[in-house]
């Protein structure tokens, strides 16, 4: 019986012995079984997870191997090889946590340290002491400068403070919200420690995550404890350890990964709201970004593509006004394959406006000058007002910097010019159109002169200021635009308006347009028209000019006014009509102006209500003088007088 104790309390003894020897070598896959000496927050959880902290703020737990291991073979040698590995995983409820944890080769397990950023291994005064002993890994995820941390997320080698000796930046908390693994080893001969850290389930690779050289034999005591310590500070954080491994002079021995106790689900929005801050906030922040970048950008591009000047007398205008992006848009951005011409005041565009499918032509006019702009625009506008069946409609204005944009309607028949002068007869007017297009353009100056409530002078009245509607009706366009020049700049300048051929004497002189400068160069426009001839023509010799006035004159003394009308007509036309014509173009192309009809007394010449004056003989010479005469000029006025009794006596 005595023998059978003896045995089995050698027995027992054998097997502490050997219990003692496997010391030096454990695997946790899992704490359920374990028995570790736990302090602070530190418990073991019903699923086997080491539980370091629990989430109590300024808290701290250990968990040691129960009992001391003997790192050196004998009291006085060095500290052989080890390694150890372990799984961990940190879950805290805002996207920082603190503080962490580490893996301690200690002395004692009775650590003396105090809740906070310490990592429950040092206390305030302890901290980098050598009489410490302490050996340790830090996961550490919260930066405090005054260890000189590199980060809030980093992995390091402590030897007796919280100073480390190396350390590493280390994803494995806010990238790994899973559990990661980490392996130490020591190496005798090179007295070197690798530390790798990878998530878990990877494969560990060559290259340790951080490394130092350190002589562990002048750090450690003979007997070491070896355990977790972890802190919490103010934020709410978990720390776990889910495996660990440890042997001496080998590999450490790995840990079951299978069997490993899961981390807790979070059931506070941790999850999703990590899952909204790094996938959706990013992405809908660049999103965000990006739009209003696009929008800036798209503005600034409007701006500079669509922008316009606008003062605020132009409100009483609002409904004339244009935008710059419809034109733009109706023109197509004002293509060339749009453009209809381009004129002495600048391009004119064929356009279709979006909404009412309106046909316009917008003539482009540039213009610097910011004076009279508004009286401009207010003649403009008012002109806009004017609708008479020969007049193009000017539809309204827009203005840009140092341009002008005049919206009128499309005529689709182009100008009368390119009829009159094309040489292609298949486009050549018969007679009884002319005569219409005459008289169109005739009502159309008298309702300017006349009819509207203030005298509106045209200043450019030529074949190619006359446009042709579908109906191939004459119709004035233009009007009013080269006052445009008239409130220029200088307006001492007399800048003359109009177009070589067409002007007025007194108008070359003086440089003002009045009506019956007008009916001077309607009278070259009827003249124009029926004879097919330009006004003035440079083309027959170089040295003298054909002038269309002086030669109808020639002719119509020599009693040959048919030789006048226009050759293609191929004698098809109306004798009265083309003789009325030429009398009207030729009076009203008198060089006094006292002496021309205005626009209403032609209109009746035309519908036949009152005679022309005859072309007398006198009138024709005093015309052919072109009123160079010397006596005409020293007392024009009486002189006109005489000669208008004299046409009106004539008849
Ligand atoms: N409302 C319109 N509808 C159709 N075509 C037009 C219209 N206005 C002008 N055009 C075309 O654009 C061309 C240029 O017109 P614009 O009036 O600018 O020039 P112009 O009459 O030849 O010279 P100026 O500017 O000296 O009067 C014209 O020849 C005509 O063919
Ligand atoms: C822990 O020990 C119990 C018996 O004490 C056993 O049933 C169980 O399988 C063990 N668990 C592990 C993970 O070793
Ligand atoms: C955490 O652990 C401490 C000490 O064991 C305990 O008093 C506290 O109630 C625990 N807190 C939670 C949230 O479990
Ligand atoms: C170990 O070293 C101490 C002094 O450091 C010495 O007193 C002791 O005799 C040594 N023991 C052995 C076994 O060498
Ligand atoms: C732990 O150490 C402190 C001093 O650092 C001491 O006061 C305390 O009694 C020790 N506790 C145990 C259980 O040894
Ligand atoms: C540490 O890593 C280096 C480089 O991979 C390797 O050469 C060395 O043997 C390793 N030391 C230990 C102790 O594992
Ligand atoms: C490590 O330190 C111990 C004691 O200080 C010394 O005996 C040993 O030679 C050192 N090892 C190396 C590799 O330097």
């Not at 297009?437 to 100056?445: C, D, Q």
Request: overall charge neutral.
């Amino acid at each position: 019986m005595l023998l059978k104790l003896l045995l089995v309390g050698l027995g027992l003894g054998i097997a502490a012995l050997t219990a003692g020897d496997e010391h030096h070598r454990f695997v946790y896959s899992g704490f359920s079984n374990a028995s570790l000496t736990l302090d602070g927050t530190a418990s073991i959880t019903q699923s086997g997870l080491l539980e370091l902290t629990n989430g109590t703020a300024l808290s701290m737990g250990h968990a040691f191997f129960t009992s001391p291991l003997r790192l050196r073979d004998s009291p006085n040698s060095t500290v052989q090889s080890f390694a150890s590995s372990f799984v961990f995983g940190i879950i805290s409820i805002y996207d920082l946590s603190s503080h962490g944890l580490t893996l301690l080769f200690a002395p004692s397990k009775n650590i003396s340290a105090i809740p906070v950023q310490y990592l429950g291994l040092f206390s305030g005064s302890n901290n980098g002491k050598t009489t410490n002993h302490i050996f340790a890994i830090e996961l550490d995820t919260w930066q405090n400068s005054e260890f000189r941390d590199i980060n809030n997320n980093h992995i390091g080698i402590d030897i007796n403070g919280l100073t480390s000796l190396q350390s590493q930046p280390a994803g494995f908390f806010h990238d790994h919200q899973e559990a990661m693994q980490v392996w130490v080893e020591y190496d005798r001969e090179k007295t070197q420690i690798n530390v790798t850290l990878v998530p878990l389930a990877m494969v560990k690779p060559r290259k340790p995550t951080v490394s130092a050289i350190q002589n562990l034999s002048d750090v450690l005591t003979d007997a070491v404890y070896i355990g977790f310590s972890s802190s919490t500070g103010k934020i709410n954080t978990h720390h776990y350890v889910l495996g660990w491994s440890f042997a001496m002079n080998s590999p450490a021995p790995s840990i079951d990964i299978a069997m490993l106790p899961k981390l807790p689900q979070l059931h506070h929005p941790k999850g999703r709201r990590s899952w909204v801050l790094e996938v959706v906030l990013p992405v809908a922040t660049a999103a965000l970004l990006l739009s209003l970048g696009t929008i800036v950008f798209l503005l600034v591009w409007r701006h500079l593509r669509y922008d316009e000047v606008q003062d605020d007398w132009e409100s009483e205008f609002g409904p004339h006004r244009f935008s710059y992006k419809d034109l733009f848009h109706a023109t197509g951005g004002f293509e060339n394959i749009n453009l209809l011409g381009v004129g002495g005041f600048g391009r004119v565009y064929k356009g279709v406006l979006l909404r009412s499918r309106l046909k316009i032509a917008v003539k482009k006019v540039s213009h610097d000058s910011k004076q009279g702009m508004k009286e401009f625009i207010a003649e403009i506008v008012s002109l806009g007002l004017l609708q008479n069946r020969n007049l193009v409609q000017l539809l309204g204005y827009c203005r840009r910097k140092g341009e002008l944009l005049l919206v009128y309607e499309y005529m689709p028949n182009g100008s009368l010019d390119k009829y009159l002068h094309s040489g292609k007869n298949n486009s050549m007017l018969s007679w009884t159109r002319r005569f219409q297009i005459i008289k169109g353009i005739a009502s159309g100056l008298l309702y300017l002169h006349e009819e509207w409530e203030k005298v509106v002078v045209h200043r450019d009245i030529k074949a190619s200021n006359v446009l042709l509607d579908d109906e191939m009706n004459g119709r004035l366009g233009d009007f009013g635009l080269a006052r445009l020049y008239d409130h220029g700049v200088e307006p001492q300048t007399t800048h003359v308006v109009g177009t070589i051929g067409y002007l007025a004497p007194e108008l070359a002189r003086s440089g003002n347009a009045t009506p019956s400068t007008d009916v001077f160069a309607f009278g070259m426009f009827v003249l124009e028209v029926t004879c097919g001839q330009r006004p003035v023509n440079h083309q027959n010799t170089k040295d003298s000019q054909f002038i269309l006035v002086d030669w109808v004159l020639d002719k119509v003394q020599k009693g040959s006014f048919g030789e006048t009308v226009d050759a293609r007509l191929k004698g098809k036309y109306n004798v009265g009509e083309a003789y009325l014509a030429l009398t009207i173009g030729l009076i009203c192309s008198h060089p006094f102006a006292k002496a021309r009809p205005t626009m209403r007394q032609v209109m009746q010449y035309f519908d036949g209500e009152i005679q022309p004056p005859d072309l007398s003989f006198e009138v024709l010479a005093c015309m052919q003088s072109e009123g160079f005469d010397p006596y005409i000029i020293s007392n024009p006025l009486s002189t006109i007088g005489s000669i208008v009794s004299g046409i009106s006596g004539g008849r």
